[in-house]
């Protein structure tokens, strides 16, 4: 049976980020059983949403210009350094999304990985497709650093991120964060929280 909720994320997604930190409360308040899932968003673009790419492009998007400020707005709310965007953005992470999956069979680790990154690029706007930079992370937040580096270069790691990025495409996902509850109740991004806590407390 899968967890009754199950995170799906990417590191280098802002809304990711913000929602990573509004969901631990949530949790907290719902009790709920969560799994934290590492994808590849542009895998994602990739398969089922390459618009994303195009609008990057559109400078006078205002769509587009408005979501920086409420991206801001967002982060002033959930207390979470937004120092975005940076000069790595839009940033590569498959890297980091490795270094991610090798954590994955521990949950406690990932939560604290992916915390560290967040706040590495983020808030720090350090470069998240640098391994040695990931693994100063990994190691910042007490965990073996070069350890998960070494990991996250092995067949097996590749091989479970693509996995997961193409399950949820399967699924229906379309980016990052996505959410499930009970397996088929789907819910995507940061600002949908609300709909997930209900969810969740209905069932």
Not at 20 to 45: E, H, K, M
Not at 80 to 96: C, G, I, L
């Amino acid at each position: 049976m899968p967890s009754r909720l199950e995170f799906f994320f990417d590191l280098s997604s802002p809304w990711t980020c913000l929602a990573f930190a509004n969901v631990q409360p949530l949790i907290a308040r719902t009790g709920a059983d969560a799994t934290f899932r590492p994808i590849l968003v542009g895998g994602v673009f990739n398969a089922v949403n390459p618009a994303v790419y195009a609008a990057r492009e559109q400078t006078d998007n205002r769509k587009m210009q408005h979501g920086w400020k409420v991206l801001a707005d967002w982060a002033r709310l959930a207390g979470v350094e937004m120092n975005f965007p940076s000069r790595w953005h839009p940033a590569k992470s498959v890297h980091a999304m490795r270094f991610a999956t090798a954590l994955e069979d521990d949950q406690p680790a990932l939560i604290a990985f992916a915390r560290a990154a967040f706040e590495s690029y983020f808030g720090r706007q350090e470069n998240l497709d640098d391994p040695a930079v990931l693994e100063a992370v990994a190691t910042g937040a007490g965990l073996d650093g070069a350890a998960i580096r070494a990991a996250s270069t092995t067949d097996a790691v590749k091989a479970r991120l693509r996995a997961n990025t193409e399950e949820l495409v399967a699924r229906g996902g379309y980016g990052s964060p996505t959410l499930f509850v009970d397996g088929t109740d789907m819910y995507f991004g940061n600002d949908q929280l609300p709909l997930v806590e209900a969810a969740l407390q209905r069932n």
